[in-house]
T-cell receptor
Framework: AQKVTQAQTEISVVEKEDVTLDCVYETRDTTYYLFWYKQPPSGELVFLIRRNSFDEQNEISGRYSWNFQKSTSSFNFTITASQVVDSAVYFCALSPPNYGQNFVFGPGTRLSVLP | AAGVIQSPRHLIKEKRETATLKCYPIPRHDTVYWYQQGPGQDPQFLISFYEKMQSDKGSIPDRFSAQQFSDYHSELNMSSLELGDSALYFC???????????????FGPGTRLTVT
């Protein structure tokens, strides 16, 4: 069975602080994909990143960075110098290798960035 | 760039009524997924279609049905609505990417259904 755990239900930080959102996943598949999505108060799901199980390179995109550690089944997300606009719910998701099958989402982490 | 379109964006229905949600995938996308997100919950997979055939099924109630049409748009039909059906319903689509099936799902803005 596949499962995604985001242990942090809610995080509050003050603007300009760095914050890391944790994601731990479980799967028996050797090939899979991991995703992060942002859901602002308006409700839409905004794609942030996709990582496949064979690519353990860390990635940086502006203030965002991701740390994929296959050995610990973790795919953590760090926001550097957080801003108020980063306030949202962040979901980590796992996709199985078979096309057309569903994503399994984590429960989400609600990030509040205070001015 | 064109995105996934969902209509309506908001819908209010009474208990025991029916509702139909529509999803128009990104052009040339052949796979559609439906998710239900209750208040404070993560999105839960309902059903997916590939080339107009059901490809996977999740926790979709028997009162719900869905199909994908020849133009690849999809409709989610919900009958005998219950208060617990109040949720945000997302549609996502995916397709080939440089000849390879893309595992990236592009999400629509969602339809917020309120059952009173």
């Amino acid at each position: 069975a596949q499962k995604v755990t985001q242990a942090q239900t809610e995080i509050s930080v003050v603007e300009k602080e760095d914050v890391t959102l944790d994601c731990v996943y479980e799967t028996r598949d050797t090939t899979y994909y991991l995703f992060w999505y942002k859901q602002p108060p308006s409700g839409e799901l905004v794609f942030l990143i996709r990582r496949n199980s064979f690519d353990e390179q860390n990635e940086i995109s502006g203030r965002y960075s991701w740390n994929f550690q296959k050995s610990t089944s973790s795919f953590n997300f760090t926001i550097t110098a957080s801003q108020v606009v980063d306030s949202a719910v962040y979901f980590c998701a796992l996709s199985p290798p078979n096309y057309g099958q569903n994503f399994v989402f984590g429960p989400g982490t609600r990030l509040s960035v205070l001015p | 760039a064109a995105g996934v379109i969902q209509s309506p964006r908001h819908l209010i229905k009474e208990k025991r009524e029916t509702a139909t949600l529509k999803c128009y995938p990104i052009p040339r996308h052949d796979t559609v997924y439906w998710y239900q997100q209750g208040p404070g919950q993560d999105p839960q997979f309902l059903i997916s279609f590939y080339e107009k055939m059901q490809s996977d099924k999740g926790s979709i109630p028997d009162r719900f049905s869905a199909q994908q049409f020849s133009d690849y748009h999809s409709e989610l039909n919900m009958s005998s609505l219950e208060l617990g059906d109040s949720a945000l319903y997302f549609c996502a689509s995916s397709s080939l990417e440089r000849g390879v099936r893309s595992y990236e799902q592009y999400f629509g803005p969602g339809t917020r259904l309120t059952v009173t």
